[in-house]
């Protein structure tokens, strides 16, 4: 990784052009129809559809849209609640397994995600990914299906018109509504029934949990939220458990003496939270490696299915192990039974913990499911060059080329910050790396390979 300061918003910096311009068949007429569970796609992705006769559109419509689902779903990724950030995942889990079944529908390179419709082979991909990707958006809220309703209108104007364009749209629809409705009944709008382990008549801290439904979601991918669960914790007694206790006591601290200008700025480069995380750097590798629309979808509904999955399986691990916080450990060290730790009664952590358990490292879960979804996919951890800016730590620019060095990079943030142990990301960033991996050997797999 390196380090740069520049202006930039948080959509990133990179050296390569955003695709190359896509002509698009004005279509002959078709014989196809959809047929939608729910009639209202139908009516709303057709009276979305405007008549005009403009330039091609950009082929890059899945990382358009991708930047367009990020704003759409900043408010479920920052306004507090016990569904805060995941259910910002949630949808963009959801949009990106949308716009990938609704183009590989079109051109069948790989088994569908859940579902494939007929279609013809002319129809326009980019208004496909453009209405499956808006009819997703359009559910958060009656404000953001106005907006999608506009932002749909204005990419398809882009398009020539005819059946190529009409048909995509109503496609998009129709599988967008499918993948909708296969996740209605996941568990995400479970109630938050968390109980903070207590006695009769002692106070504990009362802030709102994060996340504590979401061990019971249905995984996009996995078999169940435990399958990738690691064993318990090191044990307080241990020689491991004093040395890392001590080196984040050190690291993590507000005031640190020891943490260098560098390390904090990369510890508050991660804290960012939410989808804007890690979608710029996943719309910028996919940009850098010049992928065509339908491995741009199929790339980006990988990672968005194995970053949902590391979440579950994360949080499951979490509240299943209910590990102390730094912050708790180190203010207690005189009862965790190790010789080697010290109490600090007024020690804080670089920035506010977050409201959940500490084990295992969840950026490193997440930052780990995207390497092993690069890896996976490339045969190797070495990248194109990547660069992204963070709205956590405003003008600065980082920059990858190895996703070893991306994944030690949060990792070593995360410790810098005051918030996981050394051992916590360690085991945080593996389970990522197998998600990745399980992910890509389990959907979307090439036609080719599952006809053998």
């Known amino acids: 990784m390196t380090s740069s300061r520049a202006g930039e918003g948080f959509v990133g910096v990179i ?60 408010p479920l990724a920052s306004v507090p609640s016990p569904y805060t950030p995941y259910a910002a995942y949630r949808i963009m889990g959801i949009v990106h397994a949308a716009m990938f079944d609704a183009v590989n529908s079109i051109e069948r390179r790989y088994q569908p995600y859940l579902v494939q419709l007929p279609a013809d082979s002319a129809t326009s991909k980019e208004a496909a990914a453009a209405a ?26 882009s398009i020539p018109d005819g059946a190529a364009k009409s048909e995509g749209a109503k496609l998009g629809g129709a599988v967008a509504a499918k993948v909708l409705e296969a996740r209605a009944n996941d568990g995400s709008n479970a109630p938050d029934d968390y109980r903070p382990r207590t006695s009769p008549g002692v106070y504990v801290p009362t802030p709102i949990m994060r996340g504590p439904m979401w061990p019971g979601i249905k995984p996009f991918a996995m078999d169940s939220p435990s399958q990738f669960r690691p064993t318990p914790p090191i044990a307080l007694e241990s020689k491991e458990w004093a040395t890392d206790f001590n080196e984040i006591k050190d690291y993590g601290a507000k005031n640190s003496a020891k943490r260098t200008a560098q390390q ?53 691990a979490k509240y299943h192990y209910n590990f102390w916080r730094p912050v708790t450990a180190i203010r207690n060290g005189d009862i ?15 920035a506010d913990t977050p409201m959940h358990p500490e084990y295992p490292c969840a950026h490193c879960i997440l930052s780990g499911s995207v ?9 190797t951890g070495d990248i194109p060059e990547v660069a992204t800016t963070s709205p956590t730590a405003p003008g600065v620019t980082h920059r990858w080329t190895n996703m070893t060095a991306f994944t030690d990079e949060v990792a070593n943030a995360r410790i810098w910050s005051g918030f996981h142990y050394r051992f916590s990301t360690r085991v945080g960033t593996e389970m990522g790396l197998e998600i990745g991996e399980y992910v890509v050997k389990s959907v979307m797999q090439p036609v080719e390979a599952s006809s053998r």
């Open 132 to 157: 499956a990707a808006a009819a997703v958006l359009a559910t958060i809220d009656a404000k953001t299906a106005g907006e999608m309703k506009a932002a749909l209108t204005s990419y398809l104007a």
């Open 371 to 379: 390497a092993g979804v690069v890896k996976a996919t490339l045969g």
């Open 264 to 316: 904090t700025e990369t510890a508050h480069f991660w804290l960012v939270t939410g989808p804007a995380a890690y979608q710029p750097f996943l719309r910028q590798f996919a940009t850098a490696k010049e992928m065509d629309v339908v491995e741009s979808a199929r790339f980006m509904a990988l990672a968005g299915i194995a970053i949902n999955d590391a979440l579950i399986a994360v949080l499951d």
């Open 15 to 74: 050296a390569h052009v955003r695709g190359s311009c896509h002509k698009l068949m004005e279509g002959s007429m078709f014989a196809s129809a959809y047929t939608l569970n729910r009639p209202v796609w139908a009516a709303t992705i057709g009276a979305w559809l405007v008549a005009s006769a403009a330039a091609p559109a950009c082929a890059n419509v899945i990382t358009d849209w991708d930047e367009k689902a990020i704003a759409a779903v900043a």
């Open 336 to 350: 965790d039974g190790n010789s080697a730790t010290d109490r600090d009664a007024i020690w804080q952590p670089l």
